[in-house]
């Protein structure tokens, strides 16, 4: 069978939380890359992929295969149970707490996903998760009419992301400030439209685009000598970088 993913198979880094959980696991069990592929049944190029591109996401008949040859199971290989809160285990050796530039804050805020506004109210903030998208450098993200995401509409709030690596017991987060107003010109709806990574996760109709235009960005990152990769092992060297489809510039 002709191999759909025809990559150098190289011992790079590995930067996804699915690629790093495998890759740790085969280094505890002193498997190669050819080696745990071979075991499973695919392409030492698919598991390359697997490894190092951050959106991969396999069917669950690779993810059994994968889990019995690394002798672990789905739920763990695929980041643990699904109604766990992240941050549930222990912290790492030697960590490292560093700010993120606002270079680095921008970049990761354009990998687009979820991410939590907090809108004021009388009874205090109150912090709600959306479907959120970078355009033209501001933070968009769709609502309803009405619905408590769209109260952010004329107000001063804050704009929160973060990644949460339950294996290694790291993680970084980005907090935007900004204002936020109701987009009402329609080619401007249009745009955002056009150019939103995702529909809103909740379904029905939201048609109301609400804009962020952050003032300040700042973040911070926590890194442990753990979980650090090279190359050359894939268990040593400095923490991999987190990857940027587009900028808020």
């Known amino acids: 069978m002709p191999d759909p993913f025809p990559l150098t198979v190289t011992e790079g880094t ?3 939380d699915l690629g790093r ?5 085969r280094t505890a069990l002193d498997l190669s890359r050819e080696e745990t592929a071979d075991r499973a049944g695919v392409a030492a190029s698919y598991l ?5 591109f951050p959106g991969a996401a396999p069917g669950r008949s690779v993810l059994l295969r994968l889990a019995e040859v690394l002798q672990t199971t789905v739920t763990d290989l695929a980041g643990g149970t699904g109604d766990q809160t992240p941050g549930a285990g222990r912290a ?9 530039t606002v270079q680095e804050c921008r970049e990761l ?6 991410g939590r506004v907090a809108i004021p109210t009388v009874s205090g903030p109150v912090i709600v998760p959306v479907n959120y998208s970078v355009v033209d450098g501001a933070i968009v993200y769709r609502t309803a009419p009405g619905a408590m995401p769209s109260r952010a509409a004329g107000c001063q709030v804050t704009f929160e992301i973060d990644r949460i690596d339950d294996a290694f017991s790291e993680g970084w987060s ?3 400030l900004g204002r936020a107003r109701t987009v ?3 080619d401007e709806v249009r745009r955002l439209t056009e150019h939103a990574f995702s529909t809103p996760w909740a379904g029905g109709q939201r048609e109301e685009w609400i804009r962020i235009d952050a003032l300040s960005l700042t973040g911070r990152r926590i890194t442990t000598r753990q979980g650090t990769f090279s190359g050359a092992s894939g268990t040593d060297g400095p923490s991999p970088a987190d990857p940027a489809a587009r900028n808020m510039e």
């Open 174 to 176: 980005v907090l935007a």
């Open 92 to 100: 790492g050796s030697d960590p490292e707490f560093t700010a993120l």
């Open 184 to 186: 009402t010109d329609p």
């Open 14 to 16: 590995p930067t996804g």
């Open 48 to 52: 390359q992929y697997l490894e190092e």
């Open 109 to 114: 805020l354009s990998t687009n996903g979820v």
């Open 21 to 25: 959980r495998i890759a740790v696991r």
